[in-house]
């Protein structure tokens, strides 16, 4: 937690205006409740979490209970329209090759993109699998090389800002867009 906390206070510290997150497969806005005391929330204009219908209508409904009025819910990836940083953390492997498709789509890119907790094979190669779930059915599950994911960015026009390692628990890249 503490490398994107680092990076997102970096972000928001730097930026003269306030600050738009959009948070993929951010739940019930698990990450918005969890950093919003280490991040200068005066500073957040408005964080979008972009998840699946039901998930977005149960997190929305929670924000209201809570009045947490900067906390926002999509389903469409266009919310992340122009936003300031797109994070990501332990979706990414779920939404794979589309993610790229859907960045590339957008008229204006995030700023940055920070991907926490994805997955990277070792020996470099990126795959594709299926992941089978019990009353919920098959879906992909997508593994990049290193290098596949930085080319994939790059084509994108994000450069690699910084990336660290902890354990068994994947990777985790920061891109800033490349103006």
């Not at 957040?44 to 926002?72: M, N, Q, Y």
């Not at 997508?142 to 994939?152: H, I, Q, V, W």
């Amino acid at each position: 937690m503490y490398p994107a906390i680092f990076h997102l206070s970096r972000i928001i510290e730097a930026k003269k205006n306030l600050t738009t997150i959009c948070d993929v497969g951010g739940s019930a806005g698990q990450h918005f409740y969890q950093f919003r005391s280490y991040l200068p929330a005066e500073r957040i204009a408005s964080w979008t979490v972009i998840d699946l219908p039901k998930i977005t209508a149960f997190g929305a409904h929670v924000a209201s209970e809570r009045g947490a009025v900067s906390l926002r819910f999509s389903t469409d990836i266009r919310a992340a329209e122009g936003c300031d940083v797109l994070y990501s953390a332990g979706a990414f492997q779920f939404i794979g090759d589309p993610f790229f498709a859907s960045l590339a789509a957008l008229s204006a890119k995030p700023r940055h993109v920070l991907l926490n907790k994805i997955e990277i094979a070792s020996d470099g190669s990126t795959f594709h699998a299926i992941q089978w779930q019990r009353h919920q059915g098959g879906y992909v599950v997508s593994t990049y090389g290193f290098d596949d994911l930085l080319s994939r960015m790059d084509q994108l026009g994000y450069g690699l800002t910084d990336h660290w390692r902890i354990g068994d628990s994947g990777h985790h890249p920061i891109f800033r867009g490349l103006s």
